[in-house]
């Protein structure tokens, strides 16, 4: 039997190369020489870049930038070259991400995405062709004012003085958008962004609503977020006479999606086509019996643009069926039964706390994974006892 395992990371807690070998190891106890083929899938966010890297065989940047809560952070992002063309990836993850912002320090009205701006720029500096930007794991909604302020964008108040935007919330104050400053060697690099598809910046399935509360809004925060995304929509068709408001992916990652479009002049794309350029995993999946995802979390968003999802959608092509493994199982999950995902099940062993959760994570994976390819073995037990007592 060939497996492929496929997950993605499991957020604030292990990337999706952990997970993979996690789950290769459990296979092995059952057998040790099991025939499985591990790619750890990426969707943008945590690990975008490293991952690229290795697979393009360049190289991290390593360089000092402005965090999420604003103090400043060592980040990175990758550079490689191919046919003469150097790229830069860069990941909104390592510079703006949910896992660099404490706990206790979770509002996105005050969050920025000022160092995206700063990476961007330090990618100018090495003079690259374009840049790969993955949104995904993001800590902020700032809508990538902080990005664009940092690009050299300043955002003006009733008496045209300069407002200086340190998260959402600010937006709502801004009267005007002034282009003048502008980096202008955005015009001559291509920017590619890989991104949540399905959110746009304004709206009640805007960005507001769907990942405020996941980054600490209250349901007054994120009725604030979501004026604020109106006006500064309006504010960016009059500045640069594009209209983001409901432009697909403009609301990725609390908006720096518009951002981007709009103040970069990048390309919003959805994230896996741009991906899998860059990972080819259908022949794997063709190839295999079974293919084995894995999610932090399974839930009714699941179908839109989640890694189990997309795996899922490959695999039924071929006929493959799709086993998911997740630490949460969350609301309207069932709806994944309709969506490719063959079954899915929850790591969790006993009632925990996050943090022995987290802790036990690798540990729950590797045990789930043995649990699944025992309860296979089980069904080819069973297949073998039917065929036999036809045959007889």
């Given at each position: 039997m060939k497996i492929v395992l496929i997950?993605?990371?499991?957020?604030?807690?292990?990337?999706?190369?952990?997970?993979?070998?996690?789950?290769d190891k459990g296979i092995?106890?059952?057998?040790?020489?099991?025939?499985?083929?591990?790619?750890?899938?990426?969707?943008?966010?945590?690990?975008?870049?490293?991952?690229?890297?290795?697979?393009?065989?360049?190289?991290?940047?390593?360089?000092?930038?402005?965090?999420?809560?604003?103090?400043k952070i060592m980040s990175h992002f990758g550079v490689y070259e191919e046919d003469g063309i150097v790229t830069a990836v860069i990941e909104m993850a390592a510079v703006a991400g949910l896992k660099l912002v404490p706990r206790h320090l979770?509002?996105?009205?005050?969050?920025?995405?000022?160092?995206?701006?700063?990476?961007?720029?330090?990618?100018?500096?090495?003079?690259?062709?374009?840049?790969?930007?993955?949104?995904?794991?993001s800590g902020t909604s700032d809508g990538g004012a902080g990005m664009a302020q940092a690009l050299g964008v300043r955002f003006l108040d009733q008496n045209h003085q300069t407002l200086e935007v340190n998260g959402g919330g600010d937006l709502c104050r801004v009267a005007s958008v002034d282009l003048s400053r502008l980096d202008q060697r955005l015009q001559h690099v291509r920017i590619d962004a890989a991104c949540n598809w399905h959110t746009p910046l304004c709206g009640t399935k805007g960005a507001a609503y769907i990942f405020g509360p996941q980054k600490g809004a209250c349901p007054e925060d994120v009725e604030l977020l979501a004026t604020?995304?109106?006006?500064?929509?309006?504010?960016?068709?009059?500045?640069?006479?594009?209209?983001?408001?409901?432009?697909?992916?403009?609301?990725?990652?609390?908006g720096l999606g518009a951002g981007l479009a709009a103040f970069a002049g990048a390309h919003l794309n959805p994230r896996y086509d741009i991906i899998m350029k860059y990972i080819n995993i259908e022949e794997?999946?063709?190839?295999?019996?079974?293919?084995l995802t894995a999610e932090g979390c399974l839930d009714y968003q699941t179908p839109y643009?989640?890694?189990p999802a997309e795996v899922?959608?490959?695999?039924?092509?071929?006929?493959?069926?799709?086993?998911?493994?997740?630490?949460?199982?969350?609301?309207?999950?069932?709806?994944?039964?309709t969506n490719g995902i063959d079954a899915y099940m929850s790591i969790i062993q006993k009632p925990a706390t996050l943090e022995v959760a987290m802790e036990k994570a690798a540990v729950w994976i590797a045990d789930c994974a043995e649990t699944t390819l025992r309860q296979m073995k089980i069904g080819y037990q069973i297949a073998e006892r039917i065929y036999k007592r036809e045959l007889a």
């Open positions: 997950p993605s990371g499991f957020k604030e807690c292990l990337g999706a190369e952990d997970v993979a070998l996690a789950m092995r106890r059952v057998d040790p020489n099991a025939d499985t083929v591990i790619i750890p899938m990426i969707d943008g966010g945590e690990g975008f870049a490293k991952t690229i890297v290795e697979i393009k065989k360049g190289r991290l940047v390593q360089t000092i930038a402005t965090g999420p809560v604003g103090k979770r509002n996105p009205l005050v969050t920025t995405t000022y160092g995206i701006g700063e990476l961007i720029k330090a990618a100018l500096d090495l003079n690259v062709d374009r840049i790969l930007i993955g949104c995904g794991d604020s995304f109106e006006r500064y929509a309006h504010l960016i068709q009059e500045a640069a006479g594009m209209d983001v408001r409901d432009m697909p992916g403009s609301g990725a990652s609390g794997h999946i063709r190839n295999a019996d079974v293919v643009g989640k890694i899922a959608r490959i695999a039924k092509l071929s006929g493959v069926p799709v086993v998911a493994m997740t630490g949460t199982i969350g609301k309207g999950a069932d709806i994944n039964y």
